[in-house]
């Protein structure tokens, strides 16, 4: 059974830079059609896409987001990390790796998720 | 900016069926945009119901259904019990890789 589990600091001070990890378990991240990426939820807030990557390297981000984020995947580690630059308030949140399925230049939808970690932006 | 709305709350009786839409801001929304749908209980992450439109996960249960209704996707609840209270999410494929999420649906069974 395919599993995606987080981890990185819960707190960061403001203006610093969000590091986060997934480590891909049961299941190779070299699979083709999947793109593998992050979405968050901010304290009793709905979700938001941050963006996803595949394993060549190639990225989709969320044109909202696009100035600070960048993901990257490490395949010999069956890892995928996101960092957030220039963070503030407004980016503390559950952060949740994902696997999504793209195939064509559509993607369809979201099929695993990690459990989430909070991470909170404070000084 | 294209926004992705549903309706903030919604509440069925045990054993009734409800439906809950996801449309545009601007515009109708079609299969095109590869509607899914994921529910999402406190504390929990989502859990995906529901992709291209109308196809169930695995698992998800058949109460559980999609269609396109009018101008919007649309999540249909038959025989509705009480732990399918929770928040459900739809997402539209906008794109040049770019999902967008609405802003969730809460969904109370009384």
């Known amino acids: 059974q395919l599993q995606l589990q987080e981890s990185g600091p819960g707190l960061v001070k403001p203006s610093e830079t969000l590091s986060l990890t997934c480590t891909v378990s049961?299941?190779?991240?070299?699979?083709?059609?999947?793109?593998w990426g992050w979405i968050r939820q901010s304290p009793g807030k709905g979700l938001e896409w941050i963006g996803s990557?595949?394993?060549?390297?190639?990225?989709y981000y969320n044109p909202s987001l696009k100035s600070r984020v960048t993901i990257s995947v490490d395949t010999s580690k069956n890892q995928f990390s996101l960092k957030l630059s220039s963070v503030t308030a407004a980016d503390t949140a559950v952060y949740y790796c994902?696997?999504?399925?793209?195939?064509?230049?559509?993607?369809?939808?979201?099929?695993?998720w990690g459990q989430g970690t909070l991470v909170t932006v404070s000084s | 900016q294209t926004v992705v709305t549903q309706e903030p709350s919604f509440s069925v009786s045990p054993g009734g069926t409800v439906t809950l839409t996801c449309g545009l801001s601007?515009?109708?929304?079609?299969?095109?945009?590869?509607p899914s749908w994921y529910q999402q209980t406190p504390g929990q992450a989502p859990r995906t119901l529901i992709y291209?439109?109308?196809t169930r996960s695995s698992g998800v249960p058949d109460r559980f259904s999609g269609s396109i209704l009018g101008n919007k996707a649309a999540l249909t609840i038959t025989g509705a019990q009480a732990d399918d209270e929770s928040d459900y999410y739809c997402?539209?494929?906008?794109?040049?890789?770019?999902?967008?999420f609405g802003g969730g649906t809460k969904l109370t069974v009384l």
């Open positions: 049961g299941g190779s991240i070299s699979i083709s059609s999947y793109y």
């Open positions: 997402v539209l494929y906008m794109g040049s890789g770019i999902s967008v």
């Open positions: 990557i595949y394993y060549s390297g190639s990225t």
């Open positions: 291209s439109t109308n």
């Open positions: 994902t696997r999504r399925y793209c195939t064509n230049g559509v993607c369809y939808f979201f099929d695993y």
């Open positions: 601007s515009g109708s929304v079609s299969t095109s945009y590869h």
